[in-house]
């Protein structure tokens, strides 16, 4: 089982990054690439929260409604 966090009808794939000590996500199903991370599931929780409503801030502009959002991916 990948984990997953939901925000808004998204998902992102979540990894752990020994080296550097932090989770790191990527927003998955969309054709742009978004990345976030933090040192604590909370700050992982909340840099994804952030992300997806700065994305679709950056989107308002080009009238896209549900920007990129493509079927839920489980992979």
């Known amino acids: 089982m990948i984990p997953v966090l939901e925000c808004k009808g998204y998902a992102a ?3 752990f990054d020994a080296e550097d000590e932090v989770f790191v996500g990527h927003v ?4 742009d ?4 991370h933090g040192e604590s599931v909370d700050e992982l929780t909340d840099a994804f929260h952030v ?9 308002r502009p080009r009238r896209r ?11």
């Open 33 to 36: 690439r978004i990345s976030f």
């Open 51 to 59: 992300a997806i409503d700065h994305y679709l801030e950056d989107c």
């Open 13 to 15: 794939r979540i990894e």
């Open 28 to 31: 998955l199903g969309i054709a």
């Open 65 to 75: 409604e549900r920007p990129n959002v493509t079927q839920r991916a489980e992979s």
